[in-house]
């Protein structure tokens, strides 16, 4: 496995026109990539529906409940970060629960001016302090995806030696939404390069979608973040799942033998978005379901497609996986699974498992500030999703919003 980067030794420089974290999108203007890195500014501009197969939202799948699962860590924690703002710092820092700015993220560079506090521009007991809020919200299977994203943000800066404004370890913005008094409902948004995580608390509720977590590449072989590695089994169980499925099955599921361009249909070629749907911007994706069912299934196909879904769910504290797993469960007969490319021990693919509360996308890239023209097993990129409205815990907060403030 080889690749170079762009800006480093006998490459070009890079081209995009990123300064401090920033896309300036004038010199993208009228191309395909200015129309895709702008769609979070166009999909905050229309009322939310959520993700779903066809414009209409499917009711009864979400119920506000007591879990007796307790937030007290989070609430601690964000508590303390916002005590020790100055005034003008949480003025950004801190915004309405309700406030449209939780949609308006992107895994790449935002062409507006982000909120919240930037990590890389406070002081470390703050910056430390953030990251608290966002560790007693995950597992530790979750804290230790986001942190090894996150690390290998710094790592491809210093590999590519440019952009060193913008690729590095803590080049993403935080945001409190809410007030977290362990009554009302609150929550948080960690938004940047290959790491966006939306984590909403309803009661004693926890909803993290949408979730975005990437790498370019997912490994670091050099410097201060070698060893560093993320989203393995993301592949690794996509792949057993893949090799699971017979020849006679593949009509069902099978959308292409190539992620190669000149394979692709014009509109999943792109360096940006790829193969995937319901990245950033897509709120209000209308996605007719595709693939082979989960009732087609053979009992250990099954096993495997539980396993692979678990990986994305144990990013959850355990007590919130543990019923995110039975509501999956309860609609896996239905539940889509499809798959594009090959499954060999290199080759670059794609995969989408989608059910009427779930959604994930799993992809593999082109270079963006790596040499490799045609998608590479190195660059990642998954995404999540709760479909039917309940992205952001919309779903959920309406109905705490009925019966509480009516």
């Not at 007796?68 to 629960?97: C, D, H, I, W, Y």
């Not at 590095?168 to 938004?191: C, H, K, R, S, V």
């Not at 909803?207 to 410097?223: C, H, R, Y």
């Not at 006679?248 to 360096?271: H, K, T, V, Y």
Request: glycine content about 10%.
């Amino acid at each position: 496995m080889t690749f170079r980067a762009l800006g480093g030794v006998g490459g070009r420089k890079p081209e995009l026109p990123i300064v401090d974290g920033i896309l300036f999108g004038e010199p993208l203007l009228d191309s395909v990539a200015a129309h895709e890195l702008s769609a979070p500014l166009r999909n905050v501009g229309q009322p939310y529906v959520g993700v779903t197969t066809d414009g209409t939202v499917r009711k009864g799948l979400y119920h506000l409940a007591d879990t007796g699962l307790s937030a007290k860590a989070a609430v601690e924690a964000a508590r303390t970060f916002l005590a020790l703002l100055p005034e003008n710092e949480r003025m950004v820092s801190q915004l309405a629960m309700e406030s449209d700015d939780w949609r308006l993220w992107t895994n790449a560079f935002p062409m507006w001016t982000a909120k919240g506090l930037r990590l890389d521009r406070i002081s470390g007991e703050k910056r430390d302090l953030a990251m608290a809020v966002v560790k007693e919200s995950l597992s530790a299977e979750g804290w230790d995806s986001v942190r090894n994203c996150m690390k290998l943000n710094g790592a491809l800066g210093g590999l590519v030696g440019a952009y060193q404004d913008t690729l590095t370890e803590y080049a993403y913005n935080f945001t409190i939404f809410g007030d977290p008094n362990g009554i009302d409902p609150w929550g948080w948004q960690l938004m940047g390069h290959h790491v966006d995580l939306n984590c909403v608390f309803v009661g004693t509720q926890l909803v993290l979608a949408p979730v975005f977590l990437g790498a370019e590449p997912n490994f670091a072989l050099n410097g201060p973040y070698a060893g560093t590695r993320a989203l393995d089994l993301e592949t690794d169980r996509g792949l057993a799942l893949r090799r699971a499925l017979t020849s006679d099955q593949e009509s069902a599921f099978l959308q292409g033998r190539s992620l190669l361009a000149r394979d692709l249909p014009p509109e999943l070629g792109g360096p940006f978005n790829g193969r995937h749907l319901a990245g950033a911007g897509k709120d209000n994706l209308v996605l007719p379901y595709e693939g082979i069912r989960g009732d087609d299934l053979t009992e250990e196909q099954r096993r495997l497609l539980l396993s692979l879904i678990e990986v994305y769910v144990s990013r959850l504290p355990a007590g919130h996986a543990a019923l995110k797993r039975l509501q999956i469960k309860e609609y896996l007969d239905e539940t889509r699974f499809v798959w594009r490319g090959k499954h060999d021990d290199v080759s670059a693919f794609y995969y989408r498992i989608h059910s009427p509360v779930l959604l994930v996308e799993y992809d593999n890239h082109p270079g963006i500030f790596l040499d490799n023209e045609e998608p590479e097993r190195f660059h990642v990129h998954t995404i999540v999703r709760e479909p039917n409205g309940n992205d952001y815990g919309k779903n959920l907060l309406a109905q705490h919003y009925a019966l509480h403030h009516s």
